[in-house]
T-cell receptor
Framework: NAGVTQTPKFQVLKTGQSMTLQCAQD?????MSWYRQDPGMGLRLIHY???????DQGEVPNGYNVSRSTTEDFPLRLLSAAPSQTSVYFC????????????FGNGTRLTVT | DAKTTQPPSMDCAEGRAANLPCNHS???????VYWYRQIHSQGPQYIIH???NNETNEMASLIITEDRKSSTLILPHATLRDTAVYYC?????????????FGTGTLLAVQP
């Protein structure tokens, strides 16, 4: 049972570099989302998607791009990394609807120097 | 944007019941109340959810007030492994209700 898979687990970037955080789920979930979590803080929503081809902004979308070309994948792109984007990133998915718990991945720990 | 408010921290003695409150005074009729917890820096884990009736599963019980403006998560016999941050969120269907805001949660410290 793979569930929600995030890669990589750890990443170090230099300021200005770009990278893509991968998120894949094998549960045929329509809803997917990205959160970031800074030390001592809660989860903040970056972007979310309710299906292939549909994305929307969360609380803190600046500096991040997303796309949803398939149901299974929801990559998060950092076009020009900044130290302020040092964080732990979590991807989550669920069936669409109010009676559907979120399933979370194990996170990607990103450091931007 | 957060639609729920929770106390930042609580303590509980091991073996006793832990009662974690959540206020969601602006909840609308078709929104469910969900509880998750996060241990250390792991991905959050689903605990329980409900609409208006009290719910119980193998992990916890959820008590929702009759007016649905608040709820309480009950861990009946807390153990040291229940030390975690607990999040309460509401979720509806469609539109802005897809924007699931977690807030900062309640840090529950179970004391030996």
């Amino acid at each position: 049972n793979a569930g929600v898979t995030q890669t990589p687990k750890f990443q170090v970037l230099k300021t200005g570099q770009s990278m893509t955080l991968q998120c894949a789920q094998d549960m045929n979930h329509e809803y997917m989302s990205w959160y970031r979590q800074d030390p001592g803080m809660g989860l903040r929503l970056i972007h979310y998607s309710v299906g292939a081809g549909i994305t929307d902004q969360g609380e803190v979308p600046n500096g991040y791009n997303v796309s949803r070309s398939t149901t299974e994948d929801f990559p998060l792109r950092l076009l020009s990394a900044a130290p302020s984007q040092t964080s732990v990133y979590f991807c989550a998915s669920s069936r669409q609807g109010y009676n559907s718990p979120l399933h979370f991945g194990n996170g990607t720990r990103l450091t931007v120097t | 944007d957060a639609k729920t408010t929770q106390p930042p921290s609580m303590d509980c003695a091991e073996g006793r019941a832990a009662n974690l409150p959540c206020n969601h005074s602006t909840i609308s009729g078709n929104e469910y109340v969900y509880w998750y917890r996060q241990i250390h820096s792991q991905g959050p884990q689903y605990i329980i959810h409900g609409l208006k009736n009290n719910e119980t599963n193998e992990m916890a019980s959820l008590i929702i007030t009759e007016d649905r403006k608040s709820s309480t998560l009950i861990l009946p016999h807390a153990t040291l492994r229940d030390t975690a941050v607990y999040y309460c969120i509401v979720r509806g269907y469609g539109g802005a209700t897809n924007k699931l805001i977690f807030g900062t949660g309640t840090l529950l410290a179970v004391q030996p």
